[in-house]
């Protein structure tokens, strides 16, 4: 069914939604919105593969530069793990990260001594520190069984097999400069335990944006359905459902969702059904006034006289004529989740470590908050707000838009 709108001498024939899209493309503000929600939504699909850590849960903990201010760029030898470390395709490194086949020892200077290489750490208030790495344990993965032999030119690698491997000491020499000798700069700098705290936070706007997505998809599947099935049928169906709903109503949120989480356990995807089963109410609500309203409009009582069954008439008529109503309060709740989820990472009982959360990340860093360190909680903290406030506008916005009488 159309809507018809008279444009100087021709008349067109549009959608609602292609309606409300004309109106939104002329609202600055929801351009803007919609381009930083895009934005947001974009570095947590990509995540792994542009984060400065791209190990899993970017938990790359490097405790000799713990704290260190934002801007901060540090010289990094990379020494080669003696373990066979699997290369993952782009594809999974996107979802799960990438072991890191290195460890970065940050350092001060270097020089090389025949067959080794001479480090002084990095260490801010520790004492002097020296370390000496053999040039063939910088480079190559050695197994436990690998001999390591040298002389003046050469370095021969000896495996189980007697196997022998020449490489010439200039060489291993040549490549550590050009290979293992790296600048790595902390954007964000690093928290206490030496993470980068800008790859965290790109990981934080996955679990975030995952939980809205999750938990509102939940919400709608429970309370489209049940509030749809008691305002069209009414009577002792419509009695028992509000009954339910109105005991959900009485529990506060918050302790509703911590009940279900510890009954569910603490993890990833129990936040996520903990969050989707408390906020279905709200939607159930809207959606049986709205089909209340609906019942006896006309094309309902055509609909019933053509021989369709309820369900019929519930999810292909009834449904998209209150779709602007569902997204509206979808938004809302979208914003709801995120800080659910946030505040029940703050108490502990949200996403578990070493995975990381913008509340985890409050919780970790919040007694920073008095000395230098405050944007470590405070960075998060802004994250949150800009999220929320983003999808609380969008919201007020597509109600606007979606108001078919405002032109």
């Known amino acids: 069914m159309g809507l018809f709108f008279q444009n100087k001498k021709e008349y067109t024939s549009q959608s609602i939604s292609k309606i409300a899209w004309q109106k939104f493309k002329k609202k600055k503000q929801g351009k803007l919105l919609l381009a930083f929600l895009s934005l947001m939504i974009l570095l947590a699909v990509l995540a792994y593969l542009i984060t400065p850590d791209s190990t899993p849960y970017a938990n790359e903990q490097i405790l000799e530069i713990r704290l260190q201010k934002p801007g901060t760029k540090i010289t990094m030898l990379c020494v080669r793990k003696n373990q066979e470390i699997e290369k993952v395709n782009v594809f999974k490194k996107m979802l799960f990260g990438q072991v890191n086949p290195y460890t970065?020892?940050?350092?001060?200077?270097?020089?090389?001594?025949?067959?080794?290489?001479?480090?002084?750490?990095?260490?801010?208030?520790?004492?002097?520190?020296?370390?000496?790495?053999?040039?063939?344990?910088?480079?190559?993965?050695?197994?436990?069984?690998t001999k390591v032999l040298s002389n003046e030119t050469h370095v021969y690698l000896q495996d189980i097999h007697n196997q022998s491997h020449k490489i010439a000491i200039a060489e291993l020499q040549k490549i550590i400069k050009e290979k293992h000798i790296i600048q790595k700069r902390y954007y964000l700098g690093t928290d206490r335990y030496g993470r980068d705290v800008l790859s965290q936070l790109i990981i934080g706007a996955r679990v975030s944006l995952s939980v809205g997505f999750v938990s509102v998809a939940i919400a709608l599947l429970i309370g489209v359905f049940m509030g749809a099935i008691g305002g069209y049928f009414r009577g002792w169906i419509d009695d028992l459902i509000m009954w339910f709903i109105n005991v959900v109503w009485s529990i506060p949120t918050l302790l509703l969702v911590i009940a279900i989480s510890f009954a569910l356990g603490t993890g990833f995807w129990q936040i996520f059904i903990a969050i989707g089963l408390t906020m279905w109410v709200d939607i159930a609500r809207v959606v049986r006034g709205q089909?209340?309203?609906?019942?006896?409009?006309?094309?309902?009582?055509?609909?019933?006289?053509?021989?369709?069954?309820?369900?019929?008439?519930?999810?292909?008529?009834?449904?998209?004529?209150?779709?602007?109503?569902?997204?509206?309060?979808?938004?809302?709740?979208?914003?709801?989740?995120?800080?659910?989820?946030?505040?029940?990472?703050?108490?502990?009982?949200?996403?578990?470590?070493?995975?990381?959360?913008?509340g985890t990340m409050i919780k970790e860093n919040y007694g920073y908050i008095i000395l230098d360190y405050a944007y470590l909680a405070i960075v998060p903290g802004i994250a949150i707000m800009l999220l929320v406030l983003t999808f609380m506008l969008l919201g007020n916005i597509l109600r606007d838009v979606m108001d078919v009488k405002e032109k």
């Open 291 to 358: 089909v209340i309203s609906l019942r006896e409009s006309e094309f309902v009582e055509a609909s019933k006289a053509l021989g369709f069954r309820p369900i019929t008439i519930i999810f292909k008529h009834i449904i998209p004529n209150i779709s602007g109503t569902i997204i509206v309060i979808s938004a809302s709740n979208f914003a709801s989740a995120i800080l659910t989820e946030a505040g029940l990472s703050f108490l502990g009982i949200g996403v578990q470590p070493p995975m990381p959360s913008w």
């Open 104 to 145: 970065y020892i940050p350092i001060s200077s270097y020089q090389f001594l025949k067959d080794s290489i001479l480090v002084e750490r990095f260490q801010e208030t520790a004492p002097y520190n020296i370390s000496l790495f053999h040039l063939a344990d910088v480079v190559y993965p050695l197994k436990n069984d």
